[in-house]
């Protein structure tokens, strides 16, 4: 992995990272008051699989949240997707995302 920089957090390091942009459900707006426990679950479930939760805000426009996580793998963020898809408290669009060195190299070779 890259050595750590201003442009490589040191979360990148271990793990993949991945961007959830997420809206919240009518459930998810009718039980508002509990969102600051679910988000410190989350945090937990997400602990409890390998990963750590980078990153998290509320936002103005088309998504009420953005999170960001480092996970294991595809397979550990999917089983954790799946668990908080079921809560029914949010509905997520989940992005893998690449820190500015490893797409650098994926654009050398592209290019090559």
């Not at 508002?32 to 509320?58: H, T, W």
């Not at 949010?90 to 070779?109: C, H, K, W």
């Amino acid at each position: 992995m890259p050595e750590d920089t201003a442009d490589t957090p040191a979360a990148a390091k271990t793990g993949r990272l991945y961007v959830s942009l997420m809206r919240l459900t009518d459930k998810g707006l009718a039980e508002l008051a509990g969102s600051p426990n679910r988000r410190k679950i989350s945090e937990e479930r997400v602990a409890a699989l390998g990963g750590k939760s980078v990153a998290f805000y509320a936002t103005l426009g088309a998504y009420d949240f953005v999170q960001v996580f480092e996970m294991p793998d595809n397979e550990v963020m999917m089983q954790y997707v799946l668990t908080a898809r079921r809560d029914g408290f949010v509905e997520p669009l989940i992005l893998p995302a690449f820190d500015p060195p490893t797409f650098g190299d994926i654009v050398e070779r592209v290019l090559k």
